[in-house]
């Protein structure tokens, strides 16, 4: 049986009462007041419309609130008893207009008693990044650059919060990427690789998307930081430019090739940076390739001027430690176009401007910057700037519950 039968051979409908789910005959889904497995305020119904996505995590589902009409997504996982799921408490901890809302979540029973499933009910968005980028290739055309500004923005700003509240999403992609077609809103998601990240503890290196994976993971280590985020971020803020990937290795090795052909080969410190267990390692291991560097692996490209280049340079750095924060990255030069609300181009300009939210910063972001005139646009004061304390979303957001997609 394959993964999407196993998943979706389940009604299309379920139900759930209280903290005992029970799958009822007519395919009904309902959580109820009370019980582990509640929310707050009353039950609801939610009828499955379609799968929208599914992988080795389970199954994702674009589904109707039958007592409202609201268009949700409900992420249908297995719970296997012999790993840890810490996809529901990242999700609960974290609430940032650019990451994916959290709504509710409920446990329903499956085909024999010992089979559970978490599901994750979260607002509806209908595209993600690598859909989006598919149609401006397949129109034989470059994404705006005015786009992939603000696209960029908005994803530095989600990973820099997450890695602020000391998560590594380790799984950065655009297929993991929400886009808001009607206001350019993006939204970070899937963070059923996310996980926070000790000091001192051993983690597994074999994670993250290959195109996306930082060197470091390449070379084995297992102490990494959240700097495997930037990486990943920087990587996908160039596939924007480029309309495919920059480092499109086909396997670990031929991916270290490929990062090679473009930064060159990384220097004895720059190895041992990325994994000291690496200090001694022959560097004529590696192989010779003249690098091509970055400006030539973006030459022809409209969106990549000085600017953007240059926000890919502190980026994409071999040293986790070099690369710069995704919150100071925000306070370069190339983001000034945004802060000054000119020349934002007609697709921002049909959507009625910039996303309402670009600029509410939450506490965590302004404590890297200091000074949050240095985030925010010149007409903004800083008591307009939403301020939020560690654990609980700004004051100009809702709870996460009562948050309403506008896609």
Known sequence: MTLVSRFSKA???????????????????????GGSNGGRGGGATYKAQRIIGSGAFGVVYEAKVQETGETVAIKKVFQDKRFKNRELPTLKELKHPNIVALKHAFHTAGETPNDLYLNLVMEYVPDNLYQVMKYYTKVKSYMPSQLVKLYSYQILRAVGYVNAKGIAHRDIKPQNILVCPSTHTIKLCDFGSAKRLSMGEDNVAYICSRFYR??????????????????????????????????PGESGVDQLVEIIKVLGTPTAEQVAAMNPKYKDFDLKAFPSIKPMGLANALRGRPQADRGFEALLRVLLRFEPEARMSPILALCLDYFEQLRLQKDLGKEIEAAGGLPSELFKFTTEELAEVGDPRRLAPRRVHAPQVAMSGSNSPPPSLPPSDALQSSC
Do not use: Q
């Open 214 to 247: 930082a060197p470091e993971l390449i070379f084995g280590a297992t102490g990494y930081t959240k700097k495997v985020d930037i990486w990943s971020a920087g990587c996908v803020i160039a596939e924007m430019c480029l309309g495919y990937p920059l480092f």
């Open 11 to 33: 009604p299309l409908l379920w139900a759930l009462v209280s903290s005992s789910p029970m799958p009822s005959h007519n395919g009904d889904h309902r959580r109820g007041n």
